[in-house]
């Protein structure tokens, strides 16, 4: 009898042994970080979903280590990360984390176009070096190991301006809150006075048109992995001078020369991707409001942003943006009426356009697949080269094809001259190629076309000190 039902009891058995497998709980027993020279060690604990005496489901280890990784890197405090588990016995495990660090000192020349795109800059302005901000930009990264950032800027050419930030980002036991603060004063010989055509106009003169100055305090919250709350109160003064005045009396909400304001920026974002620079996986929410205080010449805007990305092979992923801007305008002025074309308010195959108004949203669906990659060798049999490669990070290229469509719509309750684009559904389409490398540099080749006919090359991009 018990020899019949020997089959019975293994099956069960093996049943019993798989679901207590699965069932399994593991323990962190300790954390090892090696490789961070600089970078504190609780700064890499913040970053990660588990602490030492964690306890989680034995299933689950590997998933909570691909977003340790995932956390990590998206510090943009190193090149490299690995989290590696060792198991100790049926319930503890240990966690190894080995980091590769970044540069953080960048005593950068500065050189930049002042246009809103390189290829704003390079076409329609005739790649003119009277464009362009040159100077020189001190920037520390992770200045005391704590992932604090400091900037000291002096620029001359197009707009004279010395910047001073220093960022914070915890200051208490449990590392949830953190400050900073920031410095600003501009001059400027040419200014953009109004919008033809949906196009800016620009005025120069010898003489400084416009200056001004900006000071701010931010406070920051960070309850979790993913949430981040920040809070910016500032204050500033922007001054023309008597012939921008004459060529645009609105440009401020004033109708003045000059615009005192005391401002409030609240922003909430939910972030969790992959790699922050260029997302393949994982959702990000963005909701800011802001408000300006200036007399009777006050502003109120919102916007709400949000970016869903999804792998559909490990070679193919598509993404998907929408973007909303609103404001309470106090009056008909121009400083206030710039909406699209500006900050993230942009679309593919608009490049050499702006649109003024009241409110806009913008959706994007994107295609990717990966074309492919290779990395530059260390070793090059040269004894110079070599000898400096050695203390040089991997630099590793990939190479990924995408298709995209956009569309848009921009009220205005005043439309600018001529507008085209103001008050109608904007839409374009086209195909490129991303390039993207260490330092989070992502480097965008795009053909667009869009509803007006226009067809070009556009390029975007740029690396992150």
């Known amino acids: 009898m018990f020899k019949k039902n020997i089959p019975t009891i293994c ?5 019993v042994g798989m679901n207590l497998h699965v069932n399994a709980q593991y323990k962190i027993a300790h954390i090892d970080i090696e490789g961070n020279v600089k970078t504190k060690s609780r700064i890499i604990l913040r970053e990660l979903p588990y602490q ?5 489901p034995a299933d689950s280890l590997s998933t909570l280590n691909k977003i340790a990784k995932q956390q990590l890197i998206n510090t943009s405090l190193f090149f490299d990360a690995q989290v590696i588990a060792q198991e100790v016995d049926s319930q503890n495990v240990n966690i ?3 980091v590769t660090e970044r540069w953080y000192f960048f005593p950068l020349p500065y ?15 005739h790649h003119s070096l009277d464009r362009v901000n040159y100077g020189i930009n001190f920037k520390q990264a992770n200045a005391t190991g704590n992932n604090d950032k400091l900037t000291v800027g002096l620029i001359t050419g197009y ?12 200051l208490d036991k449990k590392m949830q809150f953190g400050m900073g603060l920031g410095w600003q004063y501009f001059t400027q010989k040419e200014i953009n006075t109004s919008t033809s055509f949906d196009k800016q106009v620009f005025v120069k003169t010898q003489d400084v048109m416009q200056k001004g100055y900006r000071a701010n305090v931010n406070f920051y919250y960070r309850p979790n992995l993913y949430e981040r709350h920040n809070l910016q109160i500032g204050y500033g003064n922007s001054e023309i001078n008597d012939s921008a005045l004459l060529i645009q009396p609105k440009y401020f909400p004033s109708y003045k020369k000059s615009l005192s304001y005391f401002d409030v920026n609240l922003s909430f974002t939910k972030v969790k991707f ?22 009777a010449n006050n502003l109120t805007s919102f916007q709400f942003r949000k970016l869903h990305a999804h792998h559909l092979t ?7 943006e929408s973007n909303t801007l609103g404001k309470i305008l106090s009056n008909d002025n121009y400083l206030d009426s710039k909406l699209m074309g500006y900050g993230n308010m942009q679309m593919n195959g608009y490049e050499y356009y702006v649109i003024d108004g009241n409110a806009g949203s913008i959706f994007k669906a994107e295609l990717h697949h990966l074309l492919g990659s290779f990395t530059i060798p260390k070793s090059s049999g040269i004894g110079l080269v070599d000898r400096v490669n050695k203390h040089l990070p991997e630099i590793k290229y990939q190479f990924w094809l995408k298709a995209f469509v956009n569309a848009g719509y921009a009220y205005s309750e005043h439309p600018a001259n001529a507008s085209k684009l ?17 330092y989070d540099l992502v480097i965008k080749i795009d053909y667009s076309v869009n509803q007006l006919g226009d067809k070009g090359v556009y390029l975007h991009g740029g690396i992150n000190f």
């Open 422 to 438: 103001s008050n109608t559904l904007l839409r374009s389409a086209g195909v490129g190629m991303d390039i993207i490398s260490i």
């Open 96 to 98: 190894l984390i080995k």
């Open 314 to 320: 490990p070679s193919n992923f598509y993404l998907l």
């Open 52 to 56: 030492v005496g964690s306890e989680f």
């Open 274 to 295: 992959d790699y922050n620079a260029y997302p393949s996986e994982g959702n990000s929410n963005e909701l800011g409001v802001y408000q300006r205080f200036s007399g």
């Open 159 to 170: 707009t004279q301006q010395s910047v001073v930030k220093y960022q914070f980002p915890y």
């Open 111 to 125: 050189f930049r176009w002042v246009d809103r795109n390189l290829s704003e800059w390079w076409n329609t302005q």
């Open 11 to 15: 099956l069960v058995l093996l049943f």
